[in-house]
């Protein structure tokens, strides 16, 4: 079996995609939907998005130096599609697609209430890297869901359908293979 040598690019594939809600200062709010992002530390819990600086929320995060990152289902893939593809600047995104914002606890970005988790960012570090910035967050709050949680109180984000995004299609995910650190577990 060979191997094809294609010209460098992203080949990181599936990436999570999030609904990112962002508003400004006159409170003016927003979603866009971002591909290019991920956990960057876990203590202090930090994230990154990268979004293109043409776009109608790019302005917003800068203004203010927040965002909320909502985590997207196979109910929201619709939704998910049309805030990528759809400018804030035409059409009230909220209202369009029957979102429900909701007042967050620290930023002042509205959380997404059917999202099954919501986490409020403030950003950090701007970097330019070319097509897209990369805004750098710590991570002030988070909300679940209480729909996906056990009567053991943990929260089970796979009963929510999560999506992510390859090449262009957005996926369901599938069955469960193992749980961290199956693979050296005791039998």
Known sequence: MGKLSW???NML????VVLVSVADRAGEKNIV???WAGTVCSDPPMVSISVRPERYSYHMI???GEFVINLTTKDLAFATDYCGVVSGRDVDKFAKMKLTPLKADVVKAP???ESPVNIECVVEERKALGTHDMFLAKVVAVHADEAYMDDRNRFHFERANPIVYSHGSYMALGETLGSFGYSVRKK
Do not use: M, N, Q, S
């Open 7 to 9: 010209k460098p690019g």
């Open 13 to 16: 594939y599936p990436l999570p």
């Open 33 to 35: 939907t971002v591909a």
């Open 62 to 64: 800068e203004e203010t």
């Open 111 to 113: 959380l997404i209430a």
